[in-house]
Structure formats: C-alpha cells, structure tokens
C-alpha cells in the first residue's frame, strides 16, 4: 500500500509532463522510501529504471541494456563500450517522446563507472536539450548526493532542474500507514524514526509489545540488526561509530565527554561526529538564544537508532540465547519515558504549525536557573515573526500534567530573553489536571495540546 508523498509525486509528475529535458537528483536516507516514490511516480510513463549495484563496469554497462530492453522493449543484443555511448542512445530515443531514464543507486553506478559524473556531463552540456528525457538520479548516501552531484565542485553541479530530498514520514503520514490506537501510532512514529518501510513491519494483529519483541527482541527479527546493516552500508570502522552511538544513547553529550569516555582524541570524536551527522543518525543543538559553541550538545536524532540503542544493543548477550522475558519487563517499565525528545520534536512540528504568526527561530532551552539554583529545561522556546516567545512543556508519560508543572514553566521561561508577549503550551499525552484546564480557562496566553491534536 502507497500512502503519503503527494506533494512528492505531484512534482514528479509535473517534471515528467514537460515537453523538454529534465534532470532530477531524488536523495534520502537508506529504506526511507526512494525507489517507491520514483516507482509510483513513473507509473503510466515509459521508464527505463536502472538499479546500480557494487559490481564492474563491464557488468554495469551490459545491465544498463537489460534495464533499456525492459523499459523500451527493444535493444537486445546491444552493447555498450561506455556510458557516453549508452546516454547517446538513450538520448536519440527520447528526441520526439518523453522517456524518463532512472538511476538508482548512483553512487554504486560512480564507482563502477569511475568517468560516470563527466559522462553525465557530457551528455547534459552536449545533447540533453535536443531531448525530452527525463533524467532522474537517486542516492542513498546522503553526502555523496550533496557533495558529488548537487556540491558546486561536482560535475553537475547548476545542471539539475528539480531535486528532492526525501524525509522521514511525519505523525499524520504514520497514522495513515498504521491505523493502530492515537498512542501506539505515536509510539510506532518514534521507534521508527518515521521511515515507511520499519512502520509497515508493525502488524495491527498484535500489541505493540508483540510487535517489539517480534521485531527486535529476536535475533532473527526485521529490525534487530538494521542499525548495524545501515552503518555497515554508510561507513568504515562500524564497531567505532557503534561505540559513539552508545554513549550518547546513555547520556554524553558533548564532544569532550564523549572522545574522553570513548578513549578517542577529540579531533577523531568530531570527524566521527560529523560522519553521523552527515548520515542523518545525530545532531547538534545549542540553547534557544545562546551563541557559545562550548554548549554545544549531539544527540541521536534518528528514532530506530535511539531505540535500539538505549532499549536493544545492551541485552544482545540474552537476545542472542533467547532470554527475554527480563527485557521485555524492563521495556514495559521505561518504554513511554524514554521518548521525551522525539515528543518534544512532534511538538515543534504542531508549533511551526499552529502558531498564529510564522515562526522564524525554534529550539529548546537549557541552563542554571538562578532561583531554583539548578539546571532547568525548558522542552519547546519559539519566536514569532510579530515577536511573540512560545514556551512549551512536553509529557509523554501516564499521568497528567499538572498545574505545578504550568508554574514551574513560567518562572523557568524569565530566563530566556526577549519578545514583546508570552504563551505558554502543554502538551500531554495522558490529559491535564482539572486544576490546570482551570488555569488555562480564558486566558489567550495558555494552550492545552492532547495527544489527538498532534494528529490534526
């Protein structure tokens, strides 16, 4: 079943509608859906669709007619001496018919191909504009696309006529690809990181701990060894970037801490760092309005990988032996409270959403509060364009929140500086305190978010 990515497709099929030469670079994170949305979109279109893989030239070029022969329906017994020779064939077909000339994975194609990206050239500078191809590249290494295709040093950089990048599914999307419970959706939306192809694997037909243990805590499981598979995919030295992923699952957070806890020099943890930030697994942040970089914390951004990290690789030795019944009681106890930051994260989408003047900075806040005289939070710190600050306080737990919690976010929020009026937010999504549904009563400044609005 395809749902979602209308805007997506949308787009494609106006590229493919145009009557002149089109070059689209589609790019996105490994299993986020690519080759499904460039398969949906080219539907009804003639298509020659090329899958590269790791292979040779040779190997390359003789699939790269099997791919034209499926997608044409002639060519068999063709040959290539390169791929200058194939694009000017494909190039001849498609100079009074619109065909669309898909590559995907084309990184693989690069490699095999080591003159690819002045092939590709050539045929653009040289030809493309007597044709009505359709020329769409996609790419699963994210910094190769960015780098070696759209990067102004690439060969094709200033060439392309569209380009997508592809991102994970957002809460509305999941809930139309898992029509499970308004908190199970939610949950599903976080394990997964919002990628498509992991939401398909939860079944309705079990609960949600079935679903975990089928997937995860079974070393035979769909998911069980993903995170390894895809840094196996992206990266040298695996085992090193599992050790970075580790320790910010359980706690470190800044550069210094993590190359001293990792033994690593700090000059390495950033280049490690900076690997996984390019993949799209981590991030950085500094508090809302803070401008010193030795603030700086990373964190895991990557759902599937936050999961695995903080509820699965440390019980591999049990999983392993098929002993988890342990585990599973332990996730049954720290599941909902382990998922703050990616609520916070779908609450700051409903923000960017819901606000009443556009937002144009959005963040969290951290710091010594000198009243409390403690390290504070604050989950949700937005600015609007008109100069309104939105503070907002996040609770993904079974108990609802409390007006304690809405006085605790008013002293807190004085510590941020700047705007000309406040709100303040709540979301929750076990509900709120009759006490706190009475503060909120008429006063413009105070909103209640449940659970089911972030659906809307």
């Known amino acids: 079943m395809f749902v979602g990515r209308e805007t997506e497709l949308k787009e494609f099929r106006r590229i493919f509608n145009s009557d002149r030469f089109e070059f689209v670079v589609v790019y996105g994170r490994r299993r986020i859906g690519k080759t499904t949305l460039i398969s949906k979109a080219c539907e009804g279109f003639t298509t020659i669709f090329h899958l590269a893989t790791k292979t040779t030239e040779k190997k390359t070029l003789s699939d790269l007619v099997v791919s034209m022969y499926e997608g044409l329906g002639e060519g068999e017994g063709l040959s290539f001496r390169d791929l200058d020779a194939f694009l000017d064939y494909v190039g ?134 993903e995170p390894l598979n895809i840094l196996n995919m992206e990266v040298n030295e695996p085992q090193t970037f599992f050790t970075v ?64 990290f903080k509820h699965v690789h440390q019980f591999r030795t049990m999983i392993e032996r098929g002993i988890t019944d342990g585990v599973l009681a332990w996730l049954g106890k720290t599941l909902r409270t382990s998922f703050g930051k990616q609520f916070e994260e779908i609450c700051k989408t409903h923000v960017l959403r819901n606000a009443d003047h556009p937002i144009i900075k ?6 010594s509060d000198p009243i409390s005289r403690r390290e504070e939070e604050i989950d949700v710190v937005a600015q609007t364009i008109e100069g309104t600050m939105i503070f907002g306080e996040c609770k993904f737990t079974n108990d609802p929140m409390t007006s304690n919690e809405y006085d605790d976010l008013v002293r807190i929020s004085k510590n941020v500086k700047g705007g000309k009026h406040m709100q303040y937010w709540f979301f929750s999504a076990s509900g709120f305190t009759n006490a706190l549904c009475e503060k909120a009563q008429g006063d413009q400044a105070v909103r209640l978010v449940y659970l089911k609005d972030l659906f809307v």
């Open 362 to 367: 959005i963040g969290s806040w951290w710091g």
């Open 245 to 308: 992923l580790e320790l910010l699952a359980h706690g470190a957070n800044k550069q210094v801490e993590l190359a001293d806890k990792s033994g690593m020099s700090s000059p390495n943890m950033s280049y490690y760092l900076s690997t996984l930030q390019e993949i799209g697994l981590v991030d950085k942040k500094l508090p809302f309005g803070e401008k010193n970089r030795n603030r700086t914390i990373w964190y895991i951004k990557d759902g599937l990988f936050l999961f695995y």
């Open 92 to 225: 001849k077909k498609s100079s009074d018919r619109a065909i669309v000339l898909v590559i995907d994975e084309l990184p693989f194609l690069a490699k095999s191909i080591p003159d690819a990206m002045g092939s590709l050239q050539r045929f653009i500078d040289l030809k493309a504009a007597k044709t009505k191809l359709k020329l769409v590249l996609s790419g699963s290494s994210v910094s190769f696309m960015e780098h070696q295709v759209l990067g102004d040093k690439s060969p094709l950089y200033g060439r392309r006529t569209a380009q997508i990048r592809l991102l994970p599914f957002d809460l509305q999307e999941t809930r139309r690809l898992y029509r499970g419970s308004l908190e199970e959706t939610a949950l599903v939306q976080m394990i997964s990181g919002g990628v498509p192809l992991y939401i398909s694997y939860f079944s309705l037909e079990e609960s949600l701990e079935k679903n975990i243990q089928r997937l995860f805590y079974n070393s035979n499981g769909l998911l069980y060894n």
